[in-house]
């Protein structure tokens, strides 16, 4: 395979993310890390999609080889969306979650939530 500098960044960025989110204790830190990993698959698909010399699909008699497929954009911008909505959700819980527990830990909210 043959990987560009901007694929492997959102590669690792993604794994980097997944481990945080795996090793936090903190839930403000499992949403900031939830987020990044959305961003680098945002990243990825952009950068996969990109190709210098394209030009938009808009007008008359262009030609095929020289533009750009809309699709990718519209599945991100649509994918964007999406993951702020379920970021403000997430906060939402979060907030709750504070509220009623006093603390952003993971641990002591599942203890006293056994309780």
């Not at 960044?9 to 936090?24: E, K, Q």
């Not at 952009?46 to 808009?58: D, E, K, M, N």
């Not at 008699?61 to 959700?89: E, K, W």
Request: charged residues 15%; hydrophobic residues 55%.
């Amino acid at each position: 395979m043959n990987f560009d500098i901007i694929e492997l960044f959102c590669i690792a960025m993604f794994f980097i993310a997944f481990f945080g989110l795996i090793t936090s204790k903190s839930m403000i830190k499992s949403v900031v890390f939830m987020s990044l990993m959305e961003m680098a698959v945002i990243m990825f698909f952009l950068s996969i999609g990109f190709r210098s010399g394209l030009f938009a699909p808009i007008g008359v008699n262009m030609n095929p080889d020289y533009v750009a497929d809309p699709l990718p954009q519209a599945l991100m911008i649509t994918a964007i969306i999406i993951g702020l909505s379920v970021t403000a959700v997430t906060l939402t819980m979060l907030m709750t979650l504070f509220r009623k527990h006093n603390t952003t830990d993971w641990e002591i909210v599942k203890k006293k939530s056994a309780e």
